[in-house]
């Protein structure tokens, strides 16, 4: 799937959520990384963003690239997404942390034997002005690992405000 039709896609969706809610999107954020991440065995790792996708809420800033901080207080939707490569054995996971305290959603999966291993996790959070949010990935292999590059799905992340 090219970037264009996931963009279209995501937008969709976003108008869905915003309509079924009856309300409007209010701004959004969506970053990712444009290099490979190397993983630890059984070490969690921030995801260091270098790529601006689109930012109308001005929350993220290369200065501080492993997080996107909320300047306006508001209800969120997060989507974390990571692709990790292949190797069947452990698991892998994507967590959405909240002020380096607290994961606010956690997804993990199985390793998949003989492709990539892709996982997505997502969150409605409210969030006040000041609380930062990371993407973390997490892998069981038994050695490193790498995290795949896609702009357009893997080492990725979206947040969009759509309530005060």
């Not at 039709?5 to 995501?10: A, V």
């Not at 209010?26 to 270098?50: E, H, M, Q």
């Not at 909240?98 to 492709?115: E, F, H, M, Y």
């Amino acid at each position: 799937m090219d970037d264009e039709r996931i963009e279209k896609l995501e937008l969709i969706s976003l108008l869905a959520v915003a309509n079924s809610n009856r309300n409007v999107i209010l701004g959004n954020t969506r970053i990712y990384k444009s290099t490979i991440t190397n993983t630890t065995n059984g070490t969690p790792v921030s995801i260091s963003f270098d790529t601006i996708i689109y930012d109308t809420n001005n929350s993220f800033s290369l200065n501080d690239p492993t997080k996107i901080t909320i300047t306006k207080s508001g209800l969120y939707q997060t989507t974390g997404q990571l692709s990790y490569a292949t190797n069947g054995t452990g698991i892998r996971k994507v967590n959405l942390v909240l002020n380096d305290i607290s994961v606010i959603r956690s997804t993990a999966v199985p390793a998949a034997t003989g492709d990539l291993t892709n996982i997505s996790s997502e969150s409605i959070y409210r969030l006040i002005a000041g609380d930062f949010i990371r993407l973390q990935g997490f892998q069981s292999s038994g050695g490193s690992l790498d995290i795949a590059v896609n702009s357009g799905y893997s080492q990725v992340l979206t947040l969009t405000r759509i309530s005060d």
